[in-house]
C-alpha cells in the first residue's frame, strides 16, 4: 500500500469526518479555529487518489526559532490503526519535516486496557491497591498493544507522566457505553447513589436546559459558575473567551457539535456542562456547580440530560473524559474516578502521547524549555 500525504481543504476534511462512526472534536476542522496559540492545517491520506485518513495538525513555534513547530495531531490521526503502520506514518513524517516540524506528538485514538465499574469499585476498596494499574481488568486490548510495541520500536518517546495527565491529552478515561442500550438499561447500571440523586434533582424541582439564541448571555452564566468552581476545587480556568470561541466554532461547523446545559432551581444556576458530539461519540466537556444547594443534585441532573440526548443521538459511547488512575482514598484524586464510576461505566487507558524527534537538537532544547515552564522558571 504506497499512500501519500497532502493538505486538504477544511471542507473536504469535513466530509471525510461525516462519513466515519466516530472522530474525536479535537480532530474536527474547527478545533484548529479554537486553538487560536497554535497554527493549524488539515491532511489527507491519499490512496490512489482517493482519500482513506485525515489529521487536523496543530503546530506549535519553538520560541526564538520560529520557523520551527511542534506538528501536534490531538487524538489523531484519522487513520486505520490495525494497518501498516510504516505505510500510515512514514509519509506523515515526510511531510511534516519537510515543512519545519521538529517532532510529531501522536495521541493515537486507541485503546490498551479496560476495566468495568465493578473491577474499579474493588479496587477502590482494597487498601493494598492504590493504582488502577494494579487491578485486574479485562482482556488487553490486542490493538492498542501493537500500536504501543510498533511506535517503541520505531523510536517514538512515550509522554505519558505517572498521574496519567500530560501536557495535552488525558491517557485514562472514563466512558460510559450506549450502543444497544435504553435509558432504562443505562440508569440500572448506574449505583444507587446516582440513581438517587438524578430522582432527587427531580424531586427537587431542577430544570436542565440546553442554551440557544442566548448563548452568549448563558456561556457569561457558566463562565461565572465555573471561575467559582475554579476557586473551590484549586485549578486554573479558562477565559471567557476561549469558550466563546470554542462555542462559536463548533457550533458554526455543525449545529449538534456542541451544547451547553444549565441546570436551575428556582430561577437560580446550580449547575452547568459544556457537550461535545462528532458522529456516535458524545462528551462531557467542562463542567461548573455551585457550592450552594448542592444538595439538590443540579450536576447529576446535567449529566443525565447529557447522556439522554446521546442515547437519542444514537451515540455509542458517553466520554466522562480524563481520570488519574489513582486509586489511593488519600488522593485528592480519587474522588473524581468515584463520581464517574457511579454511572456504571468503565475506565479505559489509552495509548498515550508519543513523540517522534525529527530534529533532535531542536527537540531536545524544546523539551528543557517546557520542563522550565512547567517547574515556574
Not at 28 to 54: F, M, N, Q
Not at 104 to 110: E, S, T, W
Not at 186 to 207: D, F, P, Y
Request: charged letters at 25%; one cysteine or more; glycine letters at 8%.
Amino acid at each position: 500500500m504506497a499512500l501519500t500525504v497532502a493538505p486538504i481543504s477544511p471542507t473536504e476534511h469535513l466530509q471525510f469526518i461525516r462519513a466515519q462512526r466516530s472522530v474525536s472534536f479535537l480532530q474536527t476542522p474547527a478545533w484548529g479555529r479554537v486553538k487560536t496559540e497554535w497554527r493549524s492545517e488539515s491532511l489527507g491520506w491519499y490512496d490512489d487518489g482517493r482519500l482513506v485518513g485525515s489529521a487536523l495538525v496543530l503546530h506549535r513555534p519553538v520560541p526564538r526559532l520560529e520557523r520551527f513547530t511542534l506538528a501536534y495531531l490531538p487524538d489523531g490521526p484519522v487513520i486505520d490503526w490495525t494497518g501498516d503502520l510504516d505505510a500510515w506514518l512514514d509519509p506523515l513524517a515526510a511531510y511534516l519535516i519537510a515543512r519545519g516540524a521538529f517532532a510529531i506528538r501522536l495521541v493515537p485514538p486507541v485503546r490498551t486496557n479496560t476495566w468495568t465499574a465493578a473491577q474499579v469499585k474493588a479496587g477502590v476498596a482494597d487498601p493494598g491497591v492504590t493504582r488502577l494499574t494494579q487491578v485486574p481488568g479485562e482482556a488487553a486490548d490486542p490493538v492498542g498493544a501493537r500500536v504501543a510495541g510498533w511506535l517503541n520500536d520505531a523510536g517514538w518517546l512515550p509522554q505519558n507522566p505517572e498521574t496519567g495527565f500530560g501536557a495535552g491529552q488525558p491517557q485514562f478515561r472514563y466512558e460510559l457505553p450506549l450502543a444497544g442500550r435504553t435509558e432504562a438499561d443505562v440508569l440500572r447500571g448506574m449505583n444507587q447513589l446516582w440513581r438517587r440523586n438524578i430522582k432527587k434533582a427531580a424531586k427537587e424541582g431542577v430544570e436542565v436546559t440546553v442554551a440557544g439564541d442566548a448563548a452568549d448571555r448563558e456561556l457569561k452564566a457558566f463562565h461565572d459558575l465555573y471561575v467559582h468552581t475554579a476557586e473551590r476545587d484549586r485549578f486554573t480556568p479558562r477565559p471567557l473567551h476561549y469558550f466563546e470561541t470554542m462555542y462559536a466554532e463548533l457550533s458554526a461547523e455543525d449545529p449538534d457539535r456542541i451544547r451547553l446545559y444549565l441546570a436551575r432551581h428556582r430561577g437560580e444556576l446550580v449547575a452547568a456542562t459544556l457537550g461535545a458530539r462528532v458522529g456516535a461519540h458524545a462528551w462531557y466537556s467542562y463542567g461548573a456547580s455551585s457550592t450552594e444547594k448542592r444538595e439538590v443534585r443540579g450536576s447529576n441532573a446535567c449529566q443525565w440530560e447529557m447522556i439522554r440526548d446521546a442515547l437519542v443521538a444514537g451515540c455509542d459511547v458517553y466520554d466522562l473524559r480524563g481520570i488519574t488512575p489513582t486509586l489511593d482514598a488519600d488522593d485528592p484524586h480519587v474522588g473524581l474516578i468515584q463520581f464517574k464510576v457511579g454511572t456504571g461505566g468503565q475506565a479505559v487507558r489509552y495509548v498515550g502521547e508519543w513523540d517522534l524527534p525529527l530534529r533532535p537538537v531542536i527537540y531536545r532544547a524544546f523539551s528543557w524549555w517546557m520542563a522550565r515552564r512547567r517547574s515556574g522558571h
